[in-house]
């Protein structure tokens, strides 16, 4: 269960800088796609394996809120869990850390809200597609921080 | 005052799809800062004159809710009004809609809350800046209907 | 004709600077995608159909030169013309113009290449598509000035 | 030296791909930049140390050519070189790998050119910047293929 709680890292790039010198917002929701692409693979199977198999997740809403602004190259962990869902809809949340100095500081939170559909943008009852819906059952909470740690990215706590 | 409700226009790009044939959702969040951009212009005070005066709208929140999904080549009006503002922060409210066959249908909603802060970052106490601060005061609500029925975008409700 | 002229305007946005302050190259290739998409409208025929009739045009090469750097909230002119094709290829070529004061001054040159391949991903004879293939023809050179003039965008040279 | 061979990892992302279900052509350019700040970082020197130092590296110009398509969540190998430089300019050269089944194919070469310019933009001599010259003339060739093996991406050739 502990690669439930592995964080997907993504270093930001100059790309996603602004004017300001902050890396632009609207950056952070591709930074939780990375999130929930690594939360899938980590369950077993990989994004691109739904839609193989049909099945879409299109947002029907998402927010972000901004505590400290990333820059350019750093180093940031997605913390994401499937914090609700039921068998047409998921909600996943998000947490973005900047690890620096062996230490992790919050910059961001948010959420995303996705339906499943079939292909052809129906909705697909997931509770009839028993693989994704063993991987949607398995995701639990996300404490991040003992997986940090052990690849040793920040120090544990003293 | 009419010019106030005079929504943004963007022609959605092939850049902008995904995989699954929609306009992926973060760049609605730069579809709004077109809007925020034309609102600041209708005023009468480019956005980028704030950072010429030393003044910047750093986001602290966002969110963005989708009803239909937008596709390339989609002619899209962006409405936006100040919904909120106080000397030292205010929220902007969207509204994105598809004009096609000389309708409007609305396609998505949206919020961005934004700091003023000076260059370096400190808060900026707006209301010590007359110029925005009477831009922002101007700023009024977004019955954007009479301009797309005026540019003959869409035709008059009958 | 000379609709073939008529350059797609673009303008930039805060999402495409860079903490340098100017727009991160890779929008470019956005612009000429907007400046490509243009000509098709313009030829009769909106990119969008291509796919529709069933034919796709993944790039196969391209490039750009950098003059002068584009900004925040510049008003740009995207200037297109089909250099060559075959049945089977097609080179875009593009000149990037900064609309400013009633004059222009030229910013970047690029050129894209691509093939015709059907949704598959195989090669599709143009020749044998009647409508697309008129539309390939039509497409003339770019002397966009004249249209530039027309639209009270720049004034005519004295 | 061999650290010098060390070719940046990237993921692609649904953000990236396009409704041809391909990834979009400008992100390659983005991912030519994730092999750049890569090399800088194992040259001894990160990206943004330069601009700490008040050099920048507007690009001047730039290509790729396509060879087979990146699709959504490839693992991506960024080759990087400096190809050649002078004391004003650079150009960096590239390959872009997709690494699956234990095995590398070549999806995409590429060149960026770049000038060395202080903040205001005008051009920085570089070999009166001991540091960061020094870091330009360590960069050497890309054969990137021992380090994949190396990391236990690839199997060696038999």
Same mark, same amino acid.
């Given at each position: 269960? @502990?690669?439930?709680?592995?964080?997907?890292?993504?270093?930001?790039?100059?790309?996603?800088?602004?004017?300001?010198?902050?890396?632009?917002?609207?950056?952070?929701?591709?930074?939780?796609?990375?999130?929930?692409?690594?939360? /899938?693979?980590?369950s077993g199977m990989a994004y691109a394996g739904f839609e193989r198999e049909g099945v879409m997740m299109p947002l029907t809403g998402c927010s972000a809120q901004f505590v400290r602004a990333a820059k350019y190259d750093d !180093?940031?962990?997605?913390?994401?869990? /499937?914090?609700? +869902?039921? /068998?047409?809809?998921?909600?996943?949340?998000?947490?973005?850390?900047?690890? /620096?100095?062996?230490?992790?500081?919050?910059?961001?939170?948010?959420?995303?809200?996705? !339906?499943?559909? =079939? !292909?052809?943008?129906?909705?697909?009852?997931?509770?009839?597609?028993?693989? #994704?819906? @063993?991987?949607?059952?398995?995701?639990?909470? +996300? =404490?991040?921080?003992?997986? #940090?740690?052990?690849?040793?990215?920040?120090?544990?706590?003293?």
């Amino acid at each position: 269960m @502990e690669t439930m709680n592995r964080p997907a890292l993504v270093r930001t790039r100059y790309a996603e800088t602004d004017q300001m010198g902050f890396i632009y917002h609207s950056h952070y929701f591709a930074y939780f796609e990375v999130g929930r692409g690594g939360l /899938a693979r980590e369950s077993g199977m990989a994004y691109a394996g739904f839609e193989r198999e049909g099945v879409m997740m299109p947002l029907t809403g998402c927010s972000a809120q901004f505590v400290r602004a990333a820059k350019y190259d750093d !180093l940031l962990a997605i913390s994401t869990r /499937a914090a609700s +869902y039921s /068998a047409i809809r998921i909600r996943f949340e998000y947490e973005v850390w900047r690890i /620096a100095d062996r230490a992790a500081r919050l910059l961001a939170t948010g959420h995303t809200d996705h !339906l499943f559909t =079939d !292909l052809s943008g129906k909705p697909a009852r997931l509770n009839r597609r028993p693989a #994704l819906w @063993e991987m949607t059952q398995k995701i639990g909470a +996300y =404490d991040t921080f003992p997986d #940090l740690v052990a690849r040793g990215l920040v120090d544990a706590p003293s």
